[in-house]
């Protein structure tokens, strides 16, 4: 019996994946639970398992390509004998590479069942139609990209219905909006390839005499080239810009003497890495500091609904890694739970995930505070975007060796700034300054007990 692999649903903002390389070629056979195929999202990359044996009859997307959840993406020809009732579902969610399989969870019914693949033809390839084409399931053709312009743009339903998509199996695509975009803001918006939505356009005549014309798409110039948007960049230009656009944005930028904490690890560092087995960072002794802060100021760990405001008991501080292709943030879980030496393992286990493209879903997941360090880069001032739908960010730059007046004298110290970005919907400025002091204090009076790290 031939069934559908569709994509699943790979954590709950998770709405497509892009499929990295098949493991199978058509006619070879794949036992239950083997890795079939990797899958790039947003997040992380996974090795998708089958759901059963059998032989790998069809490939239905190519490599490289983007789909929703709940495309098929792929036909088996289950092996004989296979009990259908004990048969798990083929839109199963796999585990990530190195994960249990228990962090594994089902896709959602109505994302498996709303999408539909086109029919397979018996030559190994997707029908064609030759004539019109039929009508379409627009939940296939939709991706939440696309229906988030169509909002924002006022597109209504019959308009949106008539432009020609050239995706995947008809799915209209971003460019495929940005062009009826500009060819609806052009002069020659009456012609007759307009004609075809006149009644719907005469119903939002009003709306759209009062709007001004969405911009064209830059034309690209002799030399320039197009780098096309992977998975990850795309989600982060697109969740950067949802938290600009959603969260009114203010910062707060404080100073911190880090002489004596600096002097400290300098002098127990390699100890410390005999002792651990790992090297303690400065980072570990801010998250500290900063849980310390979370646990003083709960309104800092929490996120802004519109019922109110959602406090948040748990406190997973997110971590961002530059990457290749961007930032991607780790999350330390119960990070407030944790001493220094239990939080620099997990930052340096984390930041060797992050760059080796092994996260699992659940390292990247639950996050409700995030810390950025950009003084790795050699910042001294950041102002860095919320994570969204967090409260607040914190910025680390960089140290620096500068004279400060200190009593009545000038001395060398180690000065950094630290620079909280926060939704000033949840509170003000001076809770947001508040907290900075709680851990600026606590990295200027840092004492330990002989040569432990923690305080």
Do not use: C
């Not at 997990?346 to 879903?361: C, D, M, N, P």
């Not at 810390?371 to 994570?387: A, C, H, Q, R, W």
């Amino acid at each position: 019996m031939a069934t559908e692999i569709k994509m699943p649903q790979l954590g709950e903002s998770v709405h497509e994946g892009t499929i990295g390389k098949w493991l199978k070629r058509p006619g070879e056979s794949v036992a239950k639970y083997e890795p079939l195929v990797e899958v790039i999202t947003d997040k992380v990359n996974v090795e998708m398992p089958s759901p059963f044996a059998g032989v790998l009859k069809q490939i239905l997307v190519k490599e490289g390509e983007t789909v929703v959840v709940g495309t098929a993406i792929a036909v088996i020809e289950e092996a004989a004998g296979a009990p259908a009732a004990a048969r798990p579902s083929a839109a199963a969610v796999p585990h990530a590479a190195g994960a249990p399989a228990s962090a594994a969870r089902p896709a959602s019914d109505a994302a498996a069942g709303a999408a539909r693949a086109p029919a397979a033809s018996g030559d190994g390839g997707r029908a064609r139609p030759t004539g019109a084409p039929p009508a379409r399931d627009r939940s296939i053709r939709l991706t939440p990209l696309v229906r988030r312009m169509a909002e924002e743009h006022r597109i209504p339903a019959q308009e949106l219905e008539s432009i020609p998509g050239t995706g995947d199996g008809g799915r209209i695509t971003k460019d495929d909006v940005l062009r009826h975009l500009q060819a609806r803001a052009a002069p020659s918006a009456g012609a007759p390839a307009a004609s075809t939505r006149a009644s719907a356009q005469n119903a939002q005549a009003p709306a759209q005499a009062t709007r001004a014309p969405a911009p064209a798409a830059p034309s690209p110039a002799a030399g320039d080239q197009l780098q096309r948007l992977t998975p990850i960049r795309r989600t982060i230009a697109e969740r950067l810009a949802q938290s600009k656009r959603e969260i009114p944005h203010a910062y707060g930028i404080i100073e911190v003497d880090l002489t004596a904490l600096v002097r400290h690890r300098e002098a127990h560092k390699a100890a410390w890495q005999a002792r651990e087995g790992i090297n303690i960072s400065l980072t570990a002794f801010i998250v500290r500091a900063a849980t310390r802060a979370l646990r003083a100021f709960p309104m800092v760990n929490a996120t802004f609904t519109p019922e109110g405001i959602l406090h948040k008991q748990a406190i997973h501080v997110g971590i961002g890694v530059a990457i290749p292709d961007g930032l991607i943030v780790p999350v330390i879980k119960h990070a407030d739970q944790k001493s220094v030496a239990d939080l620099a393992k997990e930052v340096a286990r984390l930041s060797t995930l992050a760059r080796e493209g092994k996260l699992a879903l659940e390292d990247v997941s639950g996050g409700t505070f995030t810390l950025t360090n950009p003084g790795v880069f050699g910042s001294i001032i950041s102002m860095p975007i919320i994570n969204y739908p967090q409260a607040a960010i914190l910025a680390t730059d960089a140290i620096v060796r500068r004279p400060v007046v200190v009593g009545e004298g000038i001395a060398i110290r180690e000065m950094m700034n630290l620079g909280l970005a926060f939704d000033h919907r949840i509170f003000d400025g001076a809770v947001g300054v508040q907290f900075l002091t709680h851990i600026k204090r606590q990295l200027e009076e840092f004492a330990p007990a002989g040569d432990s790290p923690e305080f």
